[in-house]
């Protein structure tokens, strides 16, 4: 068995995959993943700093929001 056969097919059969997930993409599947990693994202930080400010607030220490 040739490696160097055996890379190329491999890197043909990905990149033909890639391309047909590409092409089979619409714009708004697109868009709803954008929008949904946003609020994502935004949801994770804002309960990792109320988590944050409500453990600090049960110890005793005061709150710092910014470190």
């Known amino acids: 068995m040739n490696v160097g056969q055996s890379i190329g097919t491999r890197m043909g059969t990905a990149g033909g995959t890639l391309l047909t997930v590409i092409v089979n993409i619409s714009s708004g599947d697109l868009t709803r993943t954008v929008v949904l990693a ?25 709150p710092d929001l910014i470190e």
Not at 38 to 53: E, N
């Open 38 to 62: 946003t609020v994502g994202a935004v949801v994770s930080f804002s309960i990792s700093l109320l988590l944050k400010f409500i453990i600090k607030w049960l110890t005793g220490k005061p």
